[in-house]
C-alpha cells in the first residue's frame, strides 16, 4: 500500500481508504448495504491487512449507526487507524439541528465523540456547504474543536470552487485551523471536479479524499449496453448518485473499461480505481463494499499500475469538454498557464 501525504498536513494516509456507507444499513442507507457489526469488523481487519489506516464516515450516515458500528469495532484498535467523519445534514427534529452553525458543529461533533467512543476525530469535515451560516462562525467553532483537542485535522466536502476559495481565504485572514483536505465526488464517468476541484487543491496544496470512485458501482462491469440492471445494486435501488446526464457516453466508458480489464485479467473495478489513483491532486480513494468480495476485490487496485496505453485510452473516452472560460484560456493564455490550470486544460492543447 502506498502512503501520500494529506495536503500541507503532515499526516500520510493510505492511498486506498475504507468507506462505511454501508454500516448499519438504515433508512435511505440501506439502498448502500446493510453490514452489521460482525460484517464491519471483518472489513475492518480486511482493509488493516491490505495496509489501509483511514476510515471515513459521517453522522449520518444510518443516522449515527455507522458511527455506532465503528466504535464497537475499533475497541482495542483505535489507536491503528485514523477516523475521518463528517457533518452537517439534519441529525434531528429541533430547527438548529442542522447545517454549519457554531450550535450545531460542536453538538454533532460530541455525539459523533459519543456514539465513535473515542477522545478525538483524527479528520473532521464539512460535509456540505451551508449558505446561511457566515464562515466565520463555522470556522471559528472548528478552530475551537482543534483547539480543545478533540479534533486533529479539518477538511470540506462537496463545495464548489468559490465556496473552497472562500473558506481558505477567511480561515487566512482570521488565523483560524486551515482546511487540509477536500473529500469530492470523482470517477471515470464524473469528471466534473476537473473544472475547478482538482486545479484548486493542486494550487492550494491540499488534500483530495474521492468519494463513489465506482460511480454507484456503474464502473463496476455489471452495466453494460445489452444487459439489465442486477438486483440489489444501487442503480436498481434507484440511489440516484451520480445522476447520469449522456447514457452514450457512460457505456462508452464501461466498454474500454472492460476491454483493458479483460486483457489483464482483473475486475474493471479495480482498473476504475487504479485510474483514479494516477490522478493529479488525488491523496486516497474511499472505497466500500456491499459484500467482503467486493471489498477484496477493490483492495487489489492498490496493485495495479496502469500503461500509459490504457490511460490515454480512459482519458479520451471520458474526457470532459472545455467550457468557458478554458476553451478562452486555451486559445489565448497558454502560454502562461500554471500547473493547476494544466491539469485541466493541458491534454486540449495538443
Known sequence: MEYRQLGRSGLKVSALSLGTMTFGGKGNFAKT????????????????EAGINLVDTADIYSTGASEEIIG?????????????????????????????????LIRAAEASLKRLGTDHIDLYQLHQWDGLTPLDETLEALDTLVRSGKVRYVGVSNFSGWHLMKTMGIAALKNYIMPVSQQIHYSLEAREAEYELIPATIDQHLGVLVWSPLAGGLLS?????????????????????PPVRDEKRLYDIIEVLVGIAEARGVSAAQIALAWLLGRKGVTTVIIGARTDAQLADNLKAADVVLTAGERASLDKVSQVP???????????????????????????LS
Open 33 to 48: 448495504g446493510d453490514t452489521d457489526l460482525q460484517g464491519a469488523k471483518r472489513q475492518i481487519d480486511m482493509a488493516v
Open 72 to 104: 464497537q469495532a475499533l475497541k482495542g484498535k483505535r489507536d491503528n487507524l485514523l477516523i475521518a467523519t463528517k457533518a452537517r445534514f439534519r441529525m434531528g427534529a429541533e430547527i438548529n439541528d442542522a447545517g454549519l452553525s457554531r450550535y450545531h
Open 221 to 241: 462491469g455489471k452495466y453494460r449496453h445489452d444487459k439489465a440492471a442486477p438486483e440489489g445494486t444501487r442503480q436498481f435501488a434507484n440511489w440516484g448518485e
Open 322 to 348: 472545455l467550457i468557458y472560460p478554458y476553451w478562452h484560456q486555451a486559445r489565448t493564455a497558454s502560454d502562461r498557464l500554471s500547473a493547476a490550470d494544466l491539469s485541466l486544460i493541458e491534454p486540449h
